[in-house]
């Protein structure tokens, strides 16, 4: 005689829940293997540019806006949009809104750009039309199709020595809700070569009609028994009191790094200039 082998209906029961576990399990190891990385766009250098090494901005419809350090039209940086596919899975469309000429304009676009609630945007380039570096803006053409244009808000080092407002911005421009602009260069402030400021530059309002430049504080690094870092290369956040946070590179405590300092995290306090820091050794 055939024996038949039977499932109680706890064993059904069981079967079941070995079977849910089982695929919790199976859907938890796919979800580990982290998100699906796709490109976007691929730089192809002329005329798009080429070298995009900072973070990137969206604005309200989704279009993403950034820089290339080389490349354009002219090889020496630009400022791109690169805008959302009409159809899901379809190609984004790169376009360049603006390609340095290293003349009046600057070159080499150091950082990122910010977005003003008119859709102009803001950045440094590293190479200055002057001086040592420019903070520019970018404002969209006031008919569809036509050219943005660009102009300076503020020039660093026109004297080139010494800099006591700064020298090379990098890192990254931070916007407050007024629509002033904070952040550092990795140079000048009381020497020419030492040791970098954190900066904000204040919108035009009522009779004044240019932007003005204010040095929130400057870095001393290590001399005359100074702690509190050099070379603020990474920008700057604020908090909701209005304090500004950011690193420099070098400097802090002197047993590190072969007596260099290895670099500090600074809090920069609204009230009274204060700085706090937290030295890496």
Not at 40 to 52: A, K, Q, W
Not at 78 to 101: C, D, H, K, N, Q
Not at 147 to 173: E, I, M, N
Request: aromatic letters at 8%.
């Amino acid at each position: 005689m055939m024996k038949h082998n039977s499932l109680s209906v706890s064993g059904v029961r069981n079967l079941g829940i070995a079977v849910a576990i089982a695929s919790l399990i199976l859907t938890v190891s796919a979800s580990a293997s982290g998100p699906a990385e796709s490109t976007l766009y691929n730089f192809l250098g002329h005329p798009d540019g080429s070298n995009p090494s900072a973070p990137v901005a969206f604005d309200k419809a989704g279009n993403i806006y950034g820089t290339t350090v080389n490349g354009g039209m002219y090889g020496w940086g630009g400022i791109f949009e690169l805008s959302p596919p009409a159809m899901e899975g379809g190609p984004w469309t790169e376009s360049v809104l603006y390609s340095f000429e290293a003349g009046s304009d600057g070159a080499n676009p150091s950082s990122g750009v910010v977005i003003d609630n008119k859709g102009v945007l803001y950045g440094e380039v590293f190479l200055g039309s002057v001086g040592r570096g420019d903070v520019y803006a970018l404002t969209p053409p006031t008919t569809p199709g036509g050219s943005w244009s660009t102009s300076t808000v503020y020039l660093f080092c026109v004297d080139f020595a010494p800099c006591p407002d700064g020298d090379q911005p990098s890192g990254g421009l931070i916007s407050d809700g007024e629509g002033n602009l904070y952040g550092t260069t990795a140079l000048g402030g009381d020497t020419d070569t030492c040791c970098g400021v954190v900066f904000k530059v204040t919108r035009p309002h009522g009779t004044v009609t240019t932007w003005t430049e204010t040095v929130l504080y400057t870095f001393l690094g290590l001399s005359s028994g100074h702690h509190d870092g050099s070379t603020p290369m990474g920008g700057v956040i604020r908090d909701k009191d209005g304090n500004v946070y950011g690193t420099t590179l070098d400097g802090g405590d002197p047993s590190g790094c072969g007596g260099n300092g290895c670099g500090t995290v600074f809090k920069l306090s609204k009230e009274g200039g204060v700085m706090e820091g937290v030295d890496f050794v």
